[in-house]
């Protein structure tokens, strides 16, 4: 049965197409109204529903000042409360933001047909009511079978399942401040989708792990079977699987015709029998320093820019690990940047990868996947650090990825410093607490979705709280995050703790 909350009437300018005020019953004894609730009215075209947006609270007894000045003299106020009854003349008003007009298949008023936009506003006298649990996942697209629960909805305290396919294949964004809940957020959503029933469908998941927040997951009982670690300290590229303006990525002083002639090294190489197609970075060097053609100032340039790559350790004649290999449905694989502090060696990595899972995708060798990048901004920034090698990998899975199911999540604490170019084609945005004002500025530039009204709510909300919006609900929504099923077994330490430890340490 429909819970009746209040009553339709004229309130300044209101009601129009955009928001119609309610006048808040005085006795609520099932809910208690407040900020966020989602109502519905009956209008003229359907049933509008909204979301309460804000509340006001009116006495008519305490709008004028003498009135307030003898009701604080007066040294009996229950006196004066027998002569002006003032609470029996309080009343709250509710301001709705509409959001959609539904139209119901029957009289049932449970199988949403559609959903349309208002075109005329609600009619003053109209009863208003709290739209039902069951409508409202339809309305805001939750998918309560299979989606992904990642907590609560704010006010109505109903659950939060995101459609899978509507949140990972446009690619999607987690936003935070340090220390915003993102990395915990992110656990969850891992744990949601490794927990998934095999028939249900679920992508492969590649991560770049930082910080090494991520680790703990091998622990896992429940998912260590699906869990796998690797250490970029033994990562290598396949040389063989590199083209030859790869190589001019890494090391941007080769040039052009630098670049030509290298081609022609590494094709002698390909033809050696010998090698059979594996060879090294030393043995190119070696091919340039064993040709008696060729200009000798261009050859020397050449062994010492590609001597400069060999002492990077990354490059072998074969990848480690072997990505078509690894990448498998429902797994994970976290690739650990935990102890490596040079940005230029592990934005060669994330290209490498990206490119090369973009290319297994394309020839369908391995499965759909999401890749996760951890501190997106240090591998896809904005315009002033335009040349770091990862970003036009990045861009590219932003733009086209979706065609091949090639999906991909963006984490920063920076949004400004992150590419607007892929921040842009994340359809969905998981935002948590932002507080910098150009972070939040570049948001509304990137989304149209995101307007003043949403930043200055972003700015305010806490610890687990989030915002979510895009293509993975019809309507934006505030939502509690749950807690993590799984937890690592050491929990964070404290400031006051790490001093402690190493003061210990420092007595032995």
């Known amino acids: 049965m429909a819970i009746k909350v209040g009553t339709v009437f004229n309130y300044l300018q209101f009601p129009n197409v955009s928001k119609f005020p309610f006048v808040i019953n005085k006795r609520q004894d099932e809910v208690f109204i407040q900020k966020g609730l989602f109502v ?93 649990e069951e409508i409202l996942n339809k309305f805001l697209g939750f998918d309560t079978k299979f989606g992904l629960n990642i ?45 998934r029933k095999e028939d249900y469908g679920t992508p492969a998941i590649i991560l770049f792990d930082v910080h090494g927040e991520y680790i703990y997951l091998k622990d896992i009982p429940e998912l260590k079977n699906k869990i796998k670690i690797e250490n970029i300290s033994y990562f290598q590229l396949g040389i063989p699987k590199l083209s030859v303006y790869s190589f001019k990525k890494y090391q941007e002083q080769i040039s052009n015709v630098q670049v030509r002639e290298l081609s022609k090294y590494i094709k002698k190489l390909k033809r050696d029998k010998n090698k059979n197609s594996k060879y090294t970075l030393k043995d190119i060097i070696e091919q340039i320093e064993n040709e008696s053609d060729g200009n000798k100032s261009t050859k020397q340039a050449l062994i010492g820019w590609l001597a400069e790559l060999e002492r990077l350790t990354l490059f072998g004649y074969q990848e480690n690990p072997i990505l078509e290999k690894v990448v498998k449905n429902q797994e994970i694989t976290i690739f650990n940047f935990q102890n490596e502090i040079s940005i230029r060696k592990k934005q060669i990595i994330v290209d490498y990868i990206c490119n090369r899972l973009f290319e297994l995708r394309r020839t369908n060798k391995i499965p759909p996947f999401l890749l996760i990048v951890e501190e997106a901004h240090q591998f896809c920034p904005e315009a002033a650090h335009s040349k770091a090698i990862s970003k036009p990998i990045i861009e590219m899975l932003a733009r086209e990825g979706r065609k091949f199911m090639a999906c991909l999540c963006l984490i920063s604490q920076r949004p400004k410093k992150l590419s607007t170019t892929a921040l842009s084609q994340c359809n969905s945005k998981l935002v948590l607490n932002v507080k910098n004002p150009y972070d939040l500025k570049h948001l509304m530039d990137s989304s149209e979705a995101i307007t003043k009204e949403y930043t200055s709510m972003i700015s305010s909300l806490g610890v687990g709280e989030m915002l979510l919006m895009g293509n993975a609900v019809n309507y934006p929504v505030f939502i509690d995050v749950r807690e993590r099923k799984y937890k690592p077994k050491v929990d964070a330490i404290t400031l006051s703790q790490s001093c402690l430890i190493w003061q210990k340490k420092e007595l032995k």
């Open 40 to 132: 519905y009215t009956k209008s003229n075209e359907g049933f509008l529903i909204g979301v309460i947006e804000e509340i006001v609270l009116l006495n008519e007894y305490f709008t004028d000042a003498l009135t307030i000045k003898a009701y604080n003299n007066n040294n009996n106020p229950n006196i004066l409360k027998g002569l002006f009854p003032s609470d029996d003349f309080e009343f709250a008003i509710a301001i709705v933001k509409c959001l959609g007009l539904i139209k119901f298949k029957d009289d049932n008023l449970k199988e949403i047909e559609r959903v349309q936009r208002m075109t005329y506003p609600a009619s003053p006298g109209k009863g208003v009511y709290i739209v039902e």
């Open 151 to 195: 907590g609560r909805v704010k006010v109505t305290n109903s659950n939060a399942n995101i459609n899978m396919n509507r949140l990972l294949n446009k690619h999607f964004a987690i936003l935070s401040i340090s220390g915003g809940g993102k990395s915990y957020l992110t656990s969850i959503l891992i744990e949601e989708l490794l927990s």
